[in-house]
């Protein structure tokens, strides 16, 4: 009927992991080119979870992100482009090293953004982003400003370093401030799933500049309203300065470069 589909696979440490999994990308890769793209996530845990299952260790994630390496050679020829892609969540609980290119994979391994709002390839663009708006930054250009970054604490590791390059190129004072997740729970750490109450718990007493800026991801789709129907104006009531949601670093310095 000319209908295609982009897959995820929840991994599920005991259940369908291992031996299992190696079925699921076999028997899925079989429905090319119906099935574009296969994800393969760890699964996650709300504070609300009743059953039987636990969190995807360092040791598993490896495991998995070797099956996959072996799967994608001897898929090559069978299906188009990378086809079979680890969430960014799946490497960074590794931790291992892709090549030269540090624990995520290089952009030319996402030739496709369609498993995007699944967490694949945000965290390559936030790096390969990071880079550019240091290059593109005039030194000392924002001296004396002062802002903040809210972010989840999956992406902290990594953007606080990023943010502090920015900021000692500029001379701004951009401060990193990592949200802890006690709507769903502290077991959830990206960005998309925060609530406007948890970033106003975690950012209020703290000296926010001038200004500060909200994952572009806490929003729906129009970036009006957050999973607890908070909109931006709200947002700034509580927290007593604009708020501006930002998906790069690049966004930032451009905000911050306008003037105040």
Known sequence: ?????????????GVNDGGALDRTIEEVAALWPTVRTLAIVPVGLTRYHHCDVRLVTPDEARDVLGRVAGWREALRGRVEGTWLYPSDEMYLLAGRRVGRHGVVPPASF??????????????????????R???RARPGVLAGRHATLACGALIAPTLIPLASRLAERTGARLEVVTVPNRFFGETVTVSGLLTGADL??????????????????????????????MTVQELEHHLGVPATPASSLSEVLEVLSRGR
């Open 1 to 13: 009927m000319g209908i295609v589909a982009h897959g995820q696979v929840v991994v599920w440490p």
């Open 200 to 229: 106003v718990a975690a950012l209020a007493g703290h000296n926010l500049g001038e200004r500060v800026f909200v994952p572009r991801a806490v929003f729906e789709a129009e970036g009006r309203l957050t999973l607890d129907n």
């Open 133 to 135: 708006a240091h290059r």
């Open 110 to 131: 996402y030739d496709t953004d369609a498993q995007r709002e699944n967490g694949v390839g945000l965290m390559r663009e936030l790096l390969d982003d990071g880079r």
